[in-house]
């Protein structure tokens, strides 16, 4: 490829642009601890109570477990910021709130990716049939 063309594309590329992970975790950044605490409660129990009395709604608690990982990703991680200003790199527990966020970080996606896998396929079986 012309070494031109791709400096065209990556001086047209916006600088600032990001990928949606790194806009979650700006998200989190800025939100208010309470926020984060409420996110975090409603959305784990909230999953926890469809999965306990409607099972076969399963895909209405996959929202929920990202809204839940969203608030314990945010927790985490303005926990370890918190004690890493406070106390420097070598704090306590800083393997295990790395741990917690890769743990939410991963159960959000998943939950993500499948509710949207299954959205597509209620809407596909419906058309398709």
Do not use: Y
């Amino acid at each position: 490829m012309d070494p031109a063309l791709t400096e065209d594309r990556e001086s047209a590329r916006d600088p600032d642009a990001e990928h949606l992970f790194a806009l979650v975790a700006k998200l989190a950044r800025r939100a208010p601890d309470g926020q984060l605490v409420m996110a975090a409660a409603a959305g784990i129990a909230g999953a926890a109570v469809i999965g306990l009395l409607a099972p076969n709604w399963w895909f209405a608690a996959l929202p929920l477990l990202c809204i839940g990982s969203f608030g314990v990703w945010g927790i985490a991680e303005r926990t370890a910021a918190e004690r890493l200003d406070r106390i420097g790199p070598a704090f306590v527990g800083r393997r295990a709130l790395a741990a917690v966020r890769i743990t939410a970080a991963a159960i959000g996606t998943l939950a993500a990716a499948l509710a949207l896998l299954t959205a597509a396929a209620m809407a596909l079986g419906t058309w398709i049939s």
